[in-house]
């Protein structure tokens, strides 16, 4: 009889036991970034930042699918900022770690390679910081981006510069890149409209360091300002390197850097007085309660400040987390896309989304910030004003592209 | 003319980097007839070591190149002792693969000791010189002068010391040489710390002037062999032309062509130098 009992309570126990673990499984999800090289200091801050809306969404009771729970396990791969590596690692997230869904992307030309094969992957990718265009209108339905086009800020950067005066503007970048030829493109159209002109298009590699050369030509241009686009050790060398050059013209820029970043290279005077047209990204004087919260407990576990688009890949994540919510599926990807195309913007969100038919994501999958412009006062980025734009004239823009 | 002279200017402070890691090859492969590939890698420890004291660690910036040189004839004369004497008297090939696999050992050991973050060696250095219209960076002004006195030091050095002479000695006629009773076993140990301490020089002057970051090393390695072709294989004289010539040449390029092919120009000149003296700038006939 006392056999018989303990025989019913083990096999109750164990029967318990299956049912914890049935309501409480992992979820796998990637990160593919570029932890190392030059845009590590765009990516290696989206990976931390996904890492930590993990363990936030964990923390706060998983995600809920029916009766289970998910916990996030977040694998996270190098991919350099470079097509091949970036290749490489999702191809070994789909099919060796089983992931699907994966996150990260800082990187325009790593992204762009993912984004020429997800379609017919059973994956969703979500996008953050990479911001060429052509990413959003390949009529991908498992993509979705969290940060708007270059060339969407672009534009407004255009009308910014016009409205400080200037006429002839010298334009000092990474233009090899696509992205940032497209900021420059909708910039100077912008910029045409009041009767401006770019003089001079100069041109650096994400790897140089000493940009002197094109600095002395622009010098001998006598431009009324310079535009500087590009990643930001680049750019900051090119700011520095302006000063040593005695240049005392306007400077304006597209690089979404932090302090400390700028920092490392050149100094606060080397700053002062610098403009950085952007996406309005993370910003302290300007960002919501969930914003300061984050850039907390970035600091607080990372012991760096975040960078200004980190969120960015924060906000991926608990994207996805609503959207398995609304689908009630960690399988089915096609309902899990289709809910982030639904997904109204969420109270934990970072940046400060402007929504497009009332949705965080448009139909092309893309998301929308506003613009702003920020100026380097006294050591630090101050957000001075917010840039005109409109996400439903270019949502409907970038349809017509498809 | 404003604007040309200013590119020169720019181009003489790089082209001083290229001088010092050209002179640090160029003495290897003319007195030991090793492409030494793991010279940049090795510069750039050197830049590593000196940020890690000095921004790290609160050492005096002086102090703390003393040490990164002193540092790096150490390693220079380990890296003989232990990676190329016991291929010394082996078919060429094998030097070649030691220094390929060298290049490869200090990337890794830098980048497991320094991470992989970019680093840049603060200075202070910030103020600049204008002379009519032409603007001179203070810290440029330390680099070219650092590089002057260094050039000159190793030239004095390898024209009136007794060990110079002995280097020489060993360059023209390793035989001659022992039959004069020079101890040809501790020249190589001599020129390699030379020839570090020059890198680790030319390292710091890359993290001050610019940045360092896993791959720097090789990209400057290349531009050194570039100058020791145009100079002249084993010519110190050469290197120092050589490296000017090339810097310049970037500069003006750069300035005045596209700075897209600034590197491509650099080569295209050294090319046409080689098709006109295939021995180059400075080189014996």
Same mark, same amino acid.
């Given at each position: 009889?006392?056999?018989?009992?303990?025989?019913?309570?083990?096999?109750?126990?164990?029967?318990?036991?299956?049912?914890?673990?049935?309501?409480?499984?992992?979820?796998?999800?990637? &990160?593919?970034?570029?932890?190392?090289?030059?845009?590590?200091?765009? /990516?290696?801050?989206?990976?931390?930042?996904?890492?930590?809306?993990?363990?936030?969404?964990?923390?706060?009771?998983?995600?809920?699918?029916?009766?289970?729970?998910? $916990?996030?396990?977040?694998?996270?791969?190098?991919?350099?900022?470079?097509?091949?590596?970036?290749?490489?690692?999702?191809?070994?997230?789909?099919?060796?770690?089983?992931?699907?869904?994966?996150?990260?992307?800082?990187?325009?030309?790593?992204?762009?390679?993912?984004?020429? !094969?997800?379609?017919?992957?059973?994956?969703?990718?979500?996008? %953050?910081? #990479?911001?060429?265009?052509?990413?959003?209108?390949?009529?991908?339905?498992?993509?979705?981006?969290?940060?708007?086009?270059?060339?969407?800020?672009?534009?407004?950067?255009?009308?910014? +510069?016009?409205?400080?005066?200037?006429?002839?503007?010298?334009?000092?970048? #990474?233009?090899?890149?696509?992205?940032? =030829?497209?900021?420059?493109? @909708?910039?100077?159209?912008?910029?045409?409209?009041?009767?401006?002109? *770019?003089?001079?298009?100069?041109?650096?590699?994400?790897?140089?360091r000493d940009?002197?050369?094109?600095?002395?030509?622009?010098?001998?241009?006598?431009?009324?300002?310079?535009? +500087? &686009?590009?990643? +930001?050790?680049?750019?900051?060398?090119?700011?520095?390197?302006?000063?040593?050059?005695?240049?005392?013209?306007?400077?304006?820029?597209?690089?979404?850097?932090?302090?400390?970043?700028?920092?490392? *290279?050149?100094?606060?005077?080397? $700053?002062?007085?610098?403009?950085?047209?952007?996406?309005?990204?993370?910003?302290?004087?300007?960002?919501?309660?969930?914003?300061?919260?984050?850039?907390?407990?970035?600091?607080?576990?990372? %012991?760096?400040?975040?960078?200004?688009?980190?969120?960015? @890949?924060?906000?991926?994540?608990?994207?996805?987390?609503?959207?398995?919510?609304?689908? %009630?599926?960690?399988?089915?990807?096609? =309902?899990?896309?289709?809910?982030?195309?639904?997904?109204?913007?969420?109270?934990? #969100?970072?940046?400060?989304?402007?929504? *497009?038919?009332?949705?965080?994501?448009?139909?092309? /999958?893309?998301?929308?910030?506003?613009?702003?412009?920020?100026?380097?006062?006294?050591?630090?980025?101050? !957000?001075?004003?917010?840039?005109?734009?409109?996400?439903?004239?270019?949502?409907?823009?970038?349809?017509?592209?498809? | $003319?404003?604007?040309?002279?200013?590119?020169?200017?720019?181009?003489i402070a790089i082209g001083g980097v290229y001088v010092l890691i050209a002179l640090g090859l160029t003495i290897v492969?003319?007195?030991?007839?090793?492409?030494h590939?793991a010279h940049g890698s090795v510069s750039m420890f050197g830049g590593y070591l000196t940020f890690?004291?000095?921004?790290?660690?609160?050492?005096?910036?002086?102090?703390?190149i003393?040490?990164a040189l002193?540092t790096g004839m150490?390693l220079g004369?380990?890296?003989?002792?232990?990676?190329?004497?016991?291929?010394?008297?082996?078919?060429?090939?094998?030097?070649?693969?030691?220094?390929?696999?060298?290049? $490869?050992?200090v990337? /890794?050991?830098?980048?497991?000791?320094?991470?992989?973050?970019?680093?840049?060696i603060?200075?202070?250095?910030?103020?600049?010189?204008?002379?009519?219209?032409?603007?001179?960076?203070?810290l440029r002004?330390y680099v070219i002068l650092a590089a002057a006195a260094l050039i000159?030091a190793m030239?004095?050095?390898?024209?009136?010391?007794?060990?110079?002479?002995?280097?020489?000695?060993?360059?023209?006629?390793?035989?001659?040489?022992?039959?004069?009773?020079?101890?040809?076993?501790?020249?190589?140990?001599?020129?390699?710390?030379i020839s570090t301490a020059l890198g680790v020089a030319a390292g710091v002057m890359v993290g001050s002037l610019f940045a360092i970051?896993?791959?720097v090393g090789e990209g400057l390695v290349v531009k050194g062999f570039a100058v020791l072709?145009? %100079?002249?294989?084993?010519?110190?004289?050469?290197a120092v032309?050589g490296g000017i010539?090339l810097g310049?040449?970037?500069?003006?390029?750069?300035?005045?062509?596209?700075?897209?092919?600034?590197?491509?120009?650099? !080569?295209?000149?050294?090319?046409?130098?080689?098709?006109?003296?295939?021995?180059?700038?400075?080189?014996?006939?």
């Amino acid at each position: 009889m006392m056999g018989k009992s303990l025989l019913t309570c083990s096999v109750a126990a164990l029967l318990l036991g299956t049912g914890s673990l049935a309501a409480q499984e992992t979820l796998k999800i990637g &990160v593919a970034d570029a932890l190392t090289g030059g845009a590590a200091v765009y /990516g290696l801050p989206q990976a931390n930042s996904v890492e930590m809306a993990a363990d936030e969404i964990n923390a706060a009771g998983g995600i809920s699918v029916g009766d289970e729970t998910y $916990m996030l396990d977040v694998i996270v791969y190098d991919d350099k900022a470079n097509p091949t590596e970036a290749t490489n690692a999702v191809r070994k997230l789909i099919d060796r770690d089983g992931v699907k869904y994966i996150l990260g992307f800082c990187c325009s030309g790593a992204t762009g390679a993912i984004a020429s !094969f997800i379609g017919y992957e059973d994956a969703v990718m979500l996008v %953050g910081n #990479a911001a060429e265009r052509s990413i959003t209108t390949q009529g991908l339905t498992n993509l979705v981006r969290t940060r708007p086009p270059a060339d969407y800020t672009g534009a407004a950067a255009g009308a910014f +510069v016009a409205r400080q005066g200037h006429k002839r503007v010298a334009v000092l970048g #990474a233009l090899e890149t696509s992205f940032y =030829a497209s900021y420059v493109e @909708a910039f100077e159209e912008e910029f045409a409209k009041s009767g401006g002109e *770019v003089i001079a298009h100069e041109v650096f590699a994400s790897k140089d360091r000493d940009m002197s050369p094109q600095l002395t030509k622009i010098r001998a241009m006598d431009p009324d300002a310079l535009l +500087v &686009v590009g990643y +930001v050790e680049p750019a900051a060398f090119a700011y520095r390197q302006s000063t040593e050059l005695g240049m005392d013209i306007p400077r304006y820029g597209f690089t979404s850097g932090s302090e400390e970043q700028f920092l490392r *290279v050149a100094t606060t005077e080397q $700053m002062e007085g610098v403009w950085d047209l952007r996406p309005t990204e993370l910003t302290l004087q300007s960002t919501t309660d969930a914003g300061l919260a984050y850039h907390e407990h970035y600091l607080e576990r990372f %012991g760096d400040a975040p960078s200004p688009s980190s969120p960015y @890949a924060y906000d991926q994540a608990w994207a996805l987390k609503h959207a398995i919510e609304a689908a %009630g599926s960690v399988d089915d990807t096609e =309902a899990v896309a289709a809910a982030l195309r639904d997904l109204k913007i969420f109270p934990e #969100a970072v940046m400060q989304y402007r929504p *497009v038919n009332g949705k965080m994501f448009d139909d092309n /999958g893309q998301a929308y910030t506003a613009n702003g412009a920020f100026q380097w006062q006294d050591g630090h980025w101050v !957000f001075v004003e917010e840039l005109p734009s409109d996400p439903e004239a270019y949502s409907e823009f970038l349809s017509s592209l498809n | $003319m404003t604007e040309i002279l200013q590119q020169i200017i720019n181009g003489i402070a790089i082209g001083g980097v290229y001088v010092l890691i050209a002179l640090g090859l160029t003495i290897v492969f003319g007195i030991l007839g090793i492409a030494h590939f793991a010279h940049g890698s090795v510069s750039m420890f050197g830049g590593y070591l000196t940020f890690f004291l000095a921004a790290q660690h609160g050492i005096p910036l002086a102090l703390a190149i003393t040490i990164a040189l002193i540092t790096g004839m150490v390693l220079g004369v380990l890296i003989e002792l232990l990676a190329y004497r016991p291929v010394r008297h082996a078919n060429h090939i094998n030097a070649f693969i030691v220094a390929l696999g060298l290049t $490869m050992m200090v990337e /890794g050991a830098n980048l497991q000791f320094f991470g992989a973050e970019q680093i840049v060696i603060p200075t202070g250095a910030t103020r600049v010189f204008s002379i009519g219209g032409v603007t001179l960076p203070e810290l440029r002004l330390y680099v070219i002068l650092a590089a002057a006195a260094l050039i000159a030091a190793m030239t004095i050095f390898v024209e009136k010391t007794k060990t110079g002479q002995a280097i020489r000695a060993v360059a023209e006629n390793r035989d001659a040489a022992i039959l004069m009773g020079i101890n040809v076993q501790m020249i190589p140990l001599v020129v390699f710390a030379i020839s570090t301490a020059l890198g680790v020089a030319a390292g710091v002057m890359v993290g001050s002037l610019f940045a360092i970051a896993p791959g720097v090393g090789e990209g400057l390695v290349v531009k050194g062999f570039a100058v020791l072709i145009l %100079g002249g294989l084993g010519s110190i004289p050469g290197a120092v032309v050589g490296g000017i010539v090339l810097g310049v040449t970037e500069a003006l390029a750069a300035g005045f062509i596209s700075s897209a092919y600034k590197d491509v120009i650099a !080569f295209v000149v050294m090319i046409a130098v080689l098709l006109l003296r295939p021995q180059g700038l400075m080189g014996r006939a």
